[in-house]
């Protein structure tokens, strides 16, 4: 299954850049998340690979947890990648929004001068 | 006690400074005290040397890159620490005269006392790497005499000439000093030494000698790089009187002399360095005699006289050792006095062409006594010490150590450039002391005063008493250098009149007469075409490889850097699958399994399918409102995998942060317009679509053989066992995230909280609108109330302007 998700992967960064590369600003934050939506899989992937339906948690019983459940490390990183992007895709909202009032256009093209404002 | 010597140097620099105050002649007086305190203390350790001693001393730097400060003391470092310290004794005091008044004058002397330490260090290291760094450090404080008067663009342009010449050099010379260090196996001098033969046997050899050949070559001028001296003589005198002539010059002839022991009798060392040193010595000869300004006809002297030297160092024989030592001091004697007494000259009489000079012996009686036995000894006239080197040189090119053949061209233009020196010489004497009255000089020419004339007097007393009957002693003194020079036991032995009449004596006196006879011919020959082809101009060759990485640096820049996001995005994506491409391919999946599908249940397929039909929905979706459904769309696919693939908190978090974020989006689209324009022609969209798909594959390869990696062991299984032991939780993942790496959840705290701010300040504070502003013209100005808000003084301005915005910023919250 690592195949078909890695696979997923690759069109998630795919679509990505493709809407990074676009001029519109829209099209850069939805591009933007696309990009870590990938990135996040991309480190899921990374782990002891996907186990299905064995969250990492102690067995009550034995006070461990057991080794075939999935790795809670990249999880960790993963939850903490979600959290961070949040903000800035919070951030870069705002930016968008200061930007459209300022420049009054979605066209990256006409944000070359910006510095002035 | 030498790591003292250097230091002094160095931490004494800032009392240069005092001369700002000072501008009376006396601070001179004061400062010289401190380079002849080391002058006094080099002597002092001179008997330890005599006596075939050595001195050294090591500190401990950066043990586990072989980097120590070590310093050694052995003749060849004792000769070039008493010219370094000596001299600039000398040339501390000339300054005061010289640079009289002059409110630059504690600048200079800072720079030229930490060029002094840096020269002292260079002479004194015993480490190559402690060496380097002494060596960038005087062509840095050469770089700030030169540029002194850095109000004249010539001052400026030659100052960053020598410096990019040098320090480019210098750039081979450490990889060269990495590459011998390799070979022998450490980084100090006197153990690289010891092992020649096992470096000469290396395949390194001969890249490191290249190496260190650009290095020297580039900080000797020698051709084809001499071009940047001649340019230096921006400089103010005293600075060009030291570093370009007497001491840092030297510093190439000084490493190449100093690895000759052991290094020197290839092939490779023996052509490179009588090639390039005759070339060099023959056009600085010639090109002198065609010079007009006095520095710039002693400059191309000076470089005739390195490339003397590196000849000297490379072509072999017994009794080259010797002659290169007699011609290190003799230069540095008769070249130091001239350069300080042209100094004079200009000084005194407003000028430095020839051609507006003339007739200053009666105006100036002492300067022209010592320049004219400066200038005899420059040419090699008999009783002076020039006349002692010269015949050193012409025995030593007698008897080289070249193949049959080459060896008289050797001697041929040991010979010729012997008779351009007496030309030159001459035309110096005769052109500023003699004939009729200048008529570019100032109205009424003094004297210079004496504390001028002190150090040049010096150093022509030398020159004109040590034939006098100092000869076995000067050899004495000189032989310890010319052991640290031979490993064959090379003897020096200085005269002035050989006990038998033989080649050396009438190459020399036929030199003279000729030089004699051509003095003639003089107009003919300053007026003479340039023995080099107009295309191999140094300088203009220099300034053409300027201009062109400028130009190249401008259009790199325009190319990459044109304020458009998605051109860098294209950069950045294409370096990525430019580097990270055929390191996958090559070694990425070596060993891994095909993909099997045991155990996967037909809904697997299904949910990771449908993340990319959302990314084509995005992609196609020509409303903004379509566009954020499609991309919510992935978003929750990717939280519905997480749930597949057991990690609970993760989908959680990857929900709620979804709905947040659409709902933002939402928000902010209010604003945007309605529909997506095409802003793109057809071409660049299947141009972006390729990098696109490529970018998308290499990820996707990354992703599969990251994934199918044997791990090795990692902290997993530690967060698994101690979960519930150390952090009291059954969730691991939470336990990692608020207890184990509880600090990275502050961080990330951090990280949300300064986001916070960011956007609070970007929908809440803002420039105030106004209207007299020209949107295209005139910067952003602050307002009144801005000014006192920045102040922090919020009752200062006025508080009206502050309504006008209110409505706009109340929008979209």
Redesign the interface.
């Known amino acids: ?15 990505a ?14 591009g933007m ?2 990009l870590s ?2 990135t ?3 480190l ?15 067995d ?1 019983a034995t ?3 057991p ?1 075939a ?5 990249n ?2 990183l ?3 990648a ?10 870069i ?6 930007a ?2 300022a420049v009054g256009s ?4 006409d944000m ?1 001068e910006t510095d ?2 | 006690m030498l790591v003292l010597i250097v230091l002094t140097a160095l931490l004494m620099a800032p009392l240069g400074l005092f001369a700002r105050h000072e501008s009376r002649p006396v601070v001179g007086w004061i400062l010289a005290l401190i380079p002849l305190a080391l002058f006094v203390t080099i002597s002092a350790l001179a008997p330890t040397v005599l006596a075939g001693g050595r001195v050294e001393q090591a500190i401990p730097w950066v043990p586990r890159m072989g980097l120590e400060l070590r310093f050694a003391l052995d003749g060849l470092s004792l000769l070039f620490a008493l010219l370094v310290s000596g001299i600039g004794t000398l040339i501390v005091l000339y300054t005061a005269y010289y640079l009289a008044g002059d409110p630059g004058m504690g600048r200079f002397y800072l720079t030229l006392f930490i060029f002094m330490g840096a020269m002292l260090g260079l002479v004194l290291a015993d480490n190559v790497l402690t060496m380097f760094m002494f060596w960038e450090l005087t062509s840095v404080s050469s770089y700030l005499l030169v540029g002194y008067k850095h109000d004249y663009p010539s001052a400026r342009r030659g100052a960053q000439m020598g410096l990019l010449i040098t320090v480019g050099g210098g750039l081979a010379l450490l990889v060269g000093l990495v590459l011998l260090g390799n070979a022998a196996g450490s980084y100090t001098i006197s153990e690289i030494l010891a092992a020649g033969e096992q470096i000469k046997a290396s395949p390194l050899y001969t890249p490191a000698m290249l190496l260190i050949f650009a290095g020297c070559f580039t900080k000797s001028a020698q051709f084809p790089f001499h071009f940047w001296l001649p340019n230096a003589m921006q400089a103010p005198t005293p600075a060009s009187a030291y570093l370009h002539s007497a001491t840092m010059v030297k510093a190439g002839v000084y490493l190449l002399a100093r690895l000759h022991p052991t290094l020197s009798d290839t092939p490779l060392w023996l052509y490179t360095l009588t090639i390039v040193g005759m070339t060099t010595m023959l056009i600085g000869a010639v090109t002198a005699n065609r010079r007009d300004d006095i520095k710039g006809l002693l400059a191309y002297s000076t470089i005739s006289k390195l490339g003397t030297m590196v000849l000297l160092a490379g072509m072999g024989g017994p009794e080259a050792p010797a002659a290169l030592v007699a011609t290190i001091l003799a230069h540095a004697l008769y070249k130091g006095a001239l350069f300080m007494l042209a100094g004079a000259v200009d000084h005194e009489a407003g000028t430095r062409s020839l051609s507006q000079l003339g007739g200053l012996r009666r105006a100036m009686p002492w300067t022209a006594a010592l320049a004219i036995l400066s200038s005899l000894s420059m040419a090699g006239v008999p009783i002076l010490f020039g006349f002692v080197a010269k015949e050193e040189q012409l025995y030593a090119a007698v008897d080289n150590g070249l193949p049959p053949g080459f060896d008289i061209l050797v001697l041929i233009a040991v010979v010729t450039s012997a008779v351009f020196g007496v030309l030159y010489s001459w035309r110096l004497v005769s052109g500023v002391f003699f004939g009729p009255r200048g008529s570019g000089m100032k109205e009424h020419v003094h004297e210079a005063p004496a504390g001028m004339l002190l150090g040049p007097a010096l150093l022509t007393t030398l020159s004109v008493v040590l034939p006098l009957g100092l000869l076995p002693a000067t050899a004495t003194l000189l032989q310890p250098a010319v052991n640290a020079i031979s490993n064959e036991g090379a003897k020096i032995s200085l005269y002035l009149l050989p006990s038998q009449i033989g080649l050396p004596l009438i190459l020399s006196m036929t030199a003279l007469l000729i030089g004699a006879v051509l003095t003639r011919f003089e107009p003919q020959i300053v007026a003479a075409p340039s023995p080099l082809p107009p295309w191999l101009n140094g300088d203009r060759i220099y300034d053409a490889a300027v201009d062109g990485v400028l130009r190249g640096a401008t259009i790199f820049t325009r190319t990459l850097q044109n304020g458009k996001l998605r051109s860098y995005m294209t950069w950045a994506v294409l370096t990525l699958v430019v580097v990270v491409a055929p390191p996958l391919a090559l070694f990425g999946f070596g060993g891994l399994a095909l993909p099997t599908l045991d155990g996967v249940e037909p809904f697997e397929f299904v949910s990771a399918l449908l993340i990319p039909i959302g990314i084509v929905a995005t992609l196609n979706a020509r409303s903004r409102l379509g566009g954020i459904i499609a991309a919510s769309f992935v978003g929750l696919m990717v939280a519905f995998i997480f749930v597949i693939y057991s990690a609970p908190d993760l989908a959680l978090t990857q929900l709620l942060v979804e709905i947040l974020t659409t709902v933002f989006l939402v928000l902010l689209f209010a604003v945007m317009p309605a529909s997506f324009e095409r802003l793109s022609s057809p071409s660049e969209r299947s141009r972006d679509g390729l990098i696109a798909v490529v970018a998308g594959m290499v990820i996707a390869g990354v992703a599969f053989a990251a994934s199918s990696v044997t791990q090795v062991p990692n902290i997993s299984a530690a967060f698994r066992t101690e979960s519930q032991s150390q952090g009291f939780g059954d969730n691991v993942v939470n336990v990692i995230l608020v207890d184990f790496r509880g600090f990275d959840t502050l961080g990330e705290i951090v990280v949300l909280f300064t986001a916070l701010l960011g956007i609070y300040a970007m929908l809440r504070l803002r420039p105030v609108a106004d209207p007299t502003r020209d949107d295209e013209e005139t910067p952003l100005q602050p307002t009144l109330p801005e000014v006192a808000a920045l102040l922090g003084n919020g009752q200062a301005g006025q508080p009206a302007p502050r309504e006008r915005e209110a409505p706009v910023a109340g929008k979209g919250h």
Do not use: C
């Not at chain 1, 299954?1 to 795919?14: D, E, K, N, Q």
């Not at chain 1, 850049?17 to 939805?30: E, F, G, H, N, T």
């Not at chain 1, 979600?82 to 951030?91: D, E, Q, Y």
């Not at chain 1, 909202?93 to 200061?98: D, E, G, N, P, V």
């Open positions: 299954m690592t195949f078909v998700l890695s696979l997923v992967v690759g069109t998630l960064f795919a679509g850049a493709y809407l990074m590369l676009r001029r519109s600003v829209v099209k850069l934050i939805l998340a696309l939506h990938g996040n899989l991309l899921f992937l990374m782990g002891d690979g996907v186990v299905k339906g064995m969250p990492p948690f102690v009550e006070g461990v947890t080794t459940a999935a790795d809670p490390l999880q960790a993963i939850l903490t979600i959290v961070i992007n949040f903000g800035f895709t919070a951030f909202l705002a930016l968008a929004y200061r459209n009032q979605d066209d990256l093209d070359v002035r404002l």
